[in-house]
């Protein structure tokens, strides 16, 4: 079972990679990328995942021999309603600056913090941007949506959350949680198959 467990993880791994590199590449030729050291996406309650995104970051954990211990802090960290509406995974330096303990595993949205295109039902490209990104790099902003055009369909991102179908059907159903409850989830999960198997 825990062989199956480490497949899934590495496919995820490869997928979050493939997803990521879709994201940036948007961002660098946009140049529409995050202001340096700016952390507010993650100092921010609306940050959902499915568990099975944060499969990855559980196995790393576990083979580390950290699961038990910040699944323990995770725990009280949930448990503290104040605590719980920043990410877990996030360090704060100050009210603006901070980063991602978890970068190297961090969930799909994380990926696409900063600019996106998508397709809308009326097949257009649409670009979405964060608000500091808009007024921070506004002419830049307004210069790509004068050349929507010019970026290749292959940067779009829609139905790339779909593909994680495959993957494991079942627990890629699992609704999206607000990440520190999906990451307590995941790591539940990890850390009984972990103990079956020792
Ligand atoms: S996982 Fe990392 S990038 Fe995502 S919200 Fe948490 S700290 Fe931010
Ligand atoms: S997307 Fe915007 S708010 Fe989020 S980290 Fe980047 S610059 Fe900051």
Redesign the pocket.
């Known amino acids: 079972m825990i062989e199956e467990i480490l497949n899934k993880s590495e496919k995820i791994i490869n997928k979050l990679a493939e997803v990521g590199l879709k994201y940036s590449a948007t961002q660098e030729m946009t140049k529409l990328t995050c202001i340096k050291d700016c952390?507010k996406?993650?100092?921010?309650p609306e940050?959902y995942?499915r568990p099975l995104e944060?499969l990855p970051?559980a196995i790393d954990l576990n083979k580390k021999n950290k699961l038990e211990d910040t699944y323990e802090r995770l725990q009280s960290y949930v448990h503290n309603s104040e605590k719980n509406e920043v990410?877990?995974?996030?360090?704060k330096i100050d009210e603006v600056r901070?980063?991602?303990?978890?970068?190297e595993?961090?969930?799909l949205?994380?990926?696409s913090?900063g600019a996106f295109v998508r397709k809308k039902a009326n097949h257009k490209k649409e670009l979405s941007v964060c608000k500091l990104i808009k007024i921070e790099k506004q002419t830049t902003f307004e210069n790509v949506l004068t050349k929507m055009d010019e970026i290749p369909e292959s940067f779009c991102t829609d139905l790339l959350a779909n593909s994680f179908y495959q993957i494991d059907p079942e627990l890629f159903l699992e609704k999206e949680l607000q990440?520190n409850n999906a990451?307590l989830k995941i790591f539940e999960k990890v850390k009984f198959y972990a103990d079956l198997s020792r």
């Not at 996406?41 to 921010?44: L, R």
């Not at 901070?98 to 970068?103: H, I």
Request: glycine share 6%.
């Open positions: 952390g996406c993650c100092y921010n940050v995942a944060l970051l990410c877990f995974f996030y360090h901070g980063y991602c303990t978890a970068y595993f961090r969930p949205l994380c990926r913090f990440i990451a």
